[in-house]
């Protein structure tokens, strides 16, 4: 017998089954385990690591370069020329004053009787609407342009802007004409008024003056009485041939009251929109602050009250006498029939 065979007999390998042993027993000594499941993976992971961290490093350069967190700024409004002081008043000025205006030929208004009475009582109260920052600032280029152009003071022109349609948020501003069916647009120009209206005299303002590149209500062809820097423009040419220039003086008063028309309604517009624009120039440019009454009454006194005076008056004796006359005779001519 060989060696290794007895060497097996006497020494048995552990893990053989020994004879006479069921078959079918377990093997306690090996116990079977389930396969190991496989790690996931960890590209997902890696790549939103990856992508955070571009994201932050973007961030963190933005900011440093000033872009993240600071909002462009809004647009200035043109530098105010000089405070203009509060008016008092002059002999010489305003009654004195208005025959000269008239002698110069201004370009002159001539609202009907139906627009005075509802303009009265329009330029009587107080604007109820509430007008954003970011609307009037689109406005600030074209008056900077009108000023520099035609040399007249943009806080008279914001100011009659504010009195004729509160910055352009009337809402007919951009469509048909007024309640009087004679104006419209922005500056609400007349554009029925006699054989050559107002608007036709001025219309081609607008080619004096570089347009800027954007602005609200462009329209497709010019002139346009819609387009604010068409109307804008115009006006500013109309106030400066009425005698506007730079100061918020008397030629300032002059020039609004031409530019509503020479009667009782125009003395009070004329007296709001200078003091609304005198009261700009020495606290700054406020939207939907209202004139302050004792400006407003300041004003009147210096320029409007002398005018107001004048076309209130009675006529000149001889001519009250020549009127008695025509009425004397109309009476008996009505008598004889």
Avoid at 66 to 92: E, N
Avoid at 215 to 223: D, G, K, L, N, S
């Amino acid at each position: 017998m060989p060696i290794s065979t007895v060497y097996r007999l006497m020494w048995p390998d552990p893990k053989r089954p020994r004879a006479g042993a069921a078959a079918s027993a377990p093997d306690l000594a090996a116990p079977a385990f389930a396969p190991t499941p496989a790690p996931p993976s960890e590209r997902r992971a890696w790549i939103l690591a990856c992508s955070l961290g571009v994201l932050g490093v973007l961030v963190l350069v933005a900011a440093l370069a000033g872009v993240l967190g600071s909002a462009p700024s809004a647009p200035a409004p043109p530098p105010v020329l000089v405070a203009a002081a509060t008016p008092a008043p002059v002999p010489g000025v305003g009654a004195a004053s208005t025959s000269g205006a008239a002698s110069a030929a201004p370009i002159l208004a001539h609202p009907t009787s139906a627009q005075q009475r509802a303009d009265a009582g329009r330029f009587a109260g107080v604007p109820q609407v509430h007008i954003t920052g970011r609307w009037v600032q689109a406005f600030y280029p074209i008056y900077a342009t009108a000023q520099r152009t035609f040399g007249v003071n943009w806080l008279l022109l914001a100011s009659i802007h504010m009195q004729e349609t509160a910055f352009s948020t009337a809402p007919s501003t951009y469509r048909g004409l007024n309640f009087a069916h004679c104006c419209g647009g922005p500056m609400q120009f007349n554009v029925t008024n006699g054989p050559v209206s107002t608007w036709r005299l001025v219309r081609d303002s607008y080619r004096y003056g570089p347009r800027p590149a954007a602005y609200a209500h462009m329209t497709a062809r010019h002139p346009s009485i819609y387009d604010d820097f068409d109307s804008i423009m115009a006006a500013a040419r109309l106030l400066s041939a009425d005698g506007a220039g730079d100061t918020l003086d008397y030629s300032a008063w002059a020039a609004a009251y031409s530019y509503y028309g020479h009667d009782a309604t125009g003395v009070t517009y004329a007296d709001q929109v200078l003091a609304r624009a005198i009261g700009w120039s020495q606290h700054g440019f406020c939207i939907n602050c209202a004139a302050p009454a004792a400006l407003i009454q300041a004003v009147h006194a210096a320029y409007g009250a002398p005018v107001l005076a004048t076309l209130t008056a009675p006529p000149p004796a001889p001519a009250r006498a020549a009127l008695a006359r025509v009425a004397h005779g109309g009476a008996r001519v009505r008598a004889k029939s």
